[in-house]
């Protein structure tokens, strides 16, 4: 009798109804459940140890939107299926689902036993969503700003909230997570959410959510998994990672004379991106040529040599509308590639009538990229800077208006693609999507502003983010509001100038003191390159990027949870750039741990305020910080990345009693190789016990061999009395120089703003495992 309960109740859990009367003390291994509510029906299936799907039974199972990875695809998991009185209970090693099929509900724990959200089901099956979870756990996500939109808000979302891509400079998704370890994902667009202190409502705009995500973890886990549902952004260009300037109003003359000026004077540079002038904009035989009268060398590609012999890259405005009455307009009439809602109007630049192109229409996309398009391509204009799709009114527009490029582009090269696009919506990070915020105005209000739009972006997953820095529109900026906005947008994942029509944002522009202020912070962001292009990496294969906001690595901190005036750089650098003018003195408060102050090695206790003195005449400091355990490589500033091959790494060490580790990253920085296992991955690691300093390299992973021979490793903190390697003692060496002469490995001691450093030299690319001895335990 009790086997047969037993098997009762094993076939109605599957079913998704209980047996009266049954309870098991046995499991059975299964990923999915059904479940049968008051009005339809759900399909449960576990996704990945952290992630659970519920969908509408009977809907189809393809994605309804673009939010949702159509690829995307899961191991088989082992979870364990329990019968427990009326409740099933399914069981992950980071999450349990309980079922109550009586009350339509289903509660989520973590691991740990600890309740994260309950869902109310009842209504489900018709496309609203009910969840509940602890009173004030805080809410992320959903949308941030768009460019003109007030200041207010800062990060954490309440009340009734819309995600759509929204007006210039905004980023939306369907989703809302709390770094109290959950994640809501519908696949929807739009999507309402109605968010009280205890309960998440969710509906879409226009149809009903059929498919809902529910994800557990810490926000990086979080941010993982909906990576693994949406879709990995693919790596941009190592070039990317470097400086652009982005102008109106430019002729070839002018370009070349331009780089030739940055080259002169040693700021680095890597991109620049042309305004209207670049394209043959309203001619009759092709829109999508190089503009011969301004830039008469484009098309028989030697511009293209010109730049290419300074190291640098041209990128191009595209936009959403053709003319009507041009080769490309009239093959779009004929194939009715028209947006609906675009109507015929005169174009504010051409005067002439323009229409905008449906992007949503397939066939629309395959035209969008045609041989005139390819041969601009081919001929230097190896990036898009897409405007003025969020006019439109339609949410996907300015995705697919970027899919046309990306899946053409990589039909036609093996080139990587890079992009920047005025609005976000999720989903579009897979087109090597970039995003930026917009023609926002000049000025120290509106630079401060752009704190907050950059962290809301990466809290909704778009983490390739950029601004106009100085402002896009008049006035001028001041030399000091420039020095400072370039400093900021030094530590921001897309690193950027522009201006309105005729305005120029060279550093040497503004001033004497502007650009020795500017060109320090430019040459620093190049000499972090290696640590920047390792978290282009991670950010494919994890889902979180360079930047994040303080709350993503300070979940249970209260205290991190509603801030813009600093951020993360990667793991082991926090930035609060200067954004008032004439200040002289910044509070700021550091989160717990121990910090050393990049400028000056000065150490601080986390936890509490300091005070900061201002250079409110040079303009040249940046609040920048390292925290304790900091694994940092850098490189000797170059005029463009990649200007030299990389033979020596600098890698800054400041251990800690606490593990730390850091994965350095290198492929070739052009192509998709590194889908293909081509790249270089080794993993560092270091701590510091009882006197002792023990710095480990892992065996690297993938195929490609870059030209690094040796890692330079500067340990700040104890002096060194020995050193060995794997228990065999390392040559010392009188100074840092002659250990970096010297063809092998070994150590130095030697002093720098920190303090004391021994400098260790090691073979790259081959396993080390590195004691140094502090000097006070060396007998």
């Known amino acids: 009798m009790r086997a047969r309960l037993l098997a009762l109740a094993l076939l109605a859990a599957i079913a998704g109804t209980p047996a009266i009367g049954a309870e098991s003390d046995a499991a059975v291994t299964t990923d999915h459940l059904s479940l049968a509510l008051p009005h339809g029906k759900l399909e ?24 949702i990875d159509p ?7 082992t979870a364990t299926l329990e019968q427990q009185g009326d409740e099933q209970v399914l069981r992950s090693d980071q999450l349990t689902l309980s079922w109550n099929p009586r009350r339509a509900e289903l509660r989520m724990e973590d691991h740990h036993g600890r309740l994260l959200l309950t869902a109310d089901l009842a209504h489900a099956a018709e496309g609203r969503w009910s969840l509940r979870h602890a009173k004030g756990d805080p809410q992320y996500g959903i949308g941030g700003l768009n460019a003109f939109d007030a200041a207010t808000g800062d990060l954490l979302r309440q009340g009734k909230q819309v995600a759509t891509a929204g007006n210039q400079g905004h980023t939306g998704a369907p989703l809302v997570w709390s770094t109290a ?13 109605d968010l009280s202190p205890t309960t998440i409502g969710i509906r879409a705009e226009h149809a009903p959510v059929r498919t809902l995500y529910l994800l557990a973890g810490p926000p990086a886990a979080l941010f993982a998994g909906v990576r693994q549902l949406s879709g990995a952004a693919p790596m941009f260009p190592k070039w990317a990672m470097g400086f652009t300037n982005s102008q109106w109003g430019i002729d070839q003359k002018e370009a070349l004379a331009l780089v030739d000026t940055y080259r002169a004077k040693h700021i680095p540079i890597d991109n620049f991106t042309f305004d209207f002038d670049w394209k043959a904009w309203a001619e009759d035989n092709g829109e999508f040529r190089w503009n011969t009268d301004k830039f008469p060398d484009g098309p028989d590609g030697s511009l293209k040599q010109a730049m290419d012999r300074r190291g640098m890259h041209m990128t191009g405005i595209m936009k959403p509308r053709v003319h009507v009455d041009t080769i490309e307009g009239r093959e779009a009439t004929e194939h009715g590639y028209w947006l609906a809602q675009s109507k015929p109007a005169p174009d504010y630049f051409s005067h002439k009538t323009v229409r905008d192109i449906d992007f949503d229409n397939p066939a629309a996309r395959a035209w969008f990229f045609n041989d005139a398009l390819k041969h601009s391509y081919d001929t230097g204009i190896v990036g898009w800077w897409n405007d003025e799709a969020d006019d439109s009114g339609v949410d996907t527009q300015f995705l697919n208006m970027q899919r046309a490029l990306y899946e053409g582009q990589r039909a036609h090269s093996d080139q990587r693609v890079w992009s920047v696009n005025r609005n976000f919506y999720l989903g579009s990070q897979r087109y090597a999507y970039g995003v930026w915020s917009g023609d926002i105005q000049s000025g120290f209000a509106s630079m401060a502003s752009q704190r907050q739009r950059m962290l809301a972006a990466f809290d909704v997953g778009a983490m390739h983010w950029g601004m106009d820095g100085g402002g896009f529109k008049a006035p001028r900026p001041t030399d000091e509001n420039y020095a400072r906005w370039i400093e900021f947008g030094a530590f921001t994942p897309m690193f950027r100038v522009h201006g309105d029509f005729g305005q120029k944002r060279q550093p040497w522009v503004y001033g004497p003191v502007a650009e020795k202020a500017a060109t320090a912070a430019i040459r620093l962001r190049y000499a972090l390159i290696p640590y920047i292009y390792a978290y282009e990496y991670q950010n494919h294969v994890h889902g979180v990027g360079l930047v994040r906001p303080l709350q993503f690595d300070y979940p249970n901190d209260a205290a991190q949870r509603d801030r813009i005036d600093a951020w993360m750089f990667g793991q082991y650098l926090l930035v609060s750039p200067i954004v008032e003018q004439g200040q002289t003195r910044k509070q700021l408060a550091l989160p717990q741990g121990r910090w050393i102050g990049y400028a000056d090695g000065k150490v601080y206790e986390g936890g509490k305020d300091i005070t900061l003195p201002v250079d409110a005449t040079g303009w040249s400091d940046i609040p920048l910080f390292i925290r304790e355990g900091a694994i940092i490589p850098q490189q000797a500033p170059m005029d463009y990345v990649d200007q030299k091959p990389v033979t020596t790494l600098d890698v800054n060490v400041f251990p800690a009693e606490e593990q730390t580790h850091f994965d350095y990253y ?16 080794q993993p560092l690691s270091v701590q510091h016990q009882d006197g002792v300093v023990t710095f480990d390299t892992g065996a690297p992973s993938g195929s490609y061999r870059p030209a690094l021979r040796h890692y330079v490793l500067a340990f700040h903190g104890d002096v060194a009395g020995a050193v060995n390697n794997g228990g065999q003692a390392l040559p010392r060496f009188d100074s840092v120089e002659a250990l970096r002469d010297a063809p092998g490995e070994g150590w130095a001691r030697g002093k720098d703003r920190y303090g004391e450093v021994t400098y260790v030299k090691i073979t790259a690319g081959a396993d080390r495992h590195v004691q140094l001895t502090s000097i006070a335990n060396h007998p």
């Open 181 to 193: 370890g959950y994640g809501v994902l519908a696949d929807a667009e739009p999507a309402r959410f």
């Open 666 to 681: 290198d492929d070739d920085g052009n192509t998709y190789g590194y889908e293909k296992g081509d790249y270089f991955l």
């Open 71 to 77: 690829q995307a695809s899961f191991a088989a998991m």
């Open 44 to 67: 449960l299936r576990l996704l990945a140890p952290g992630i659970v799907q519920l969908r509408v039974a009977g809907a189809d199972t393809a994605p309804a939107t673009p939010v």
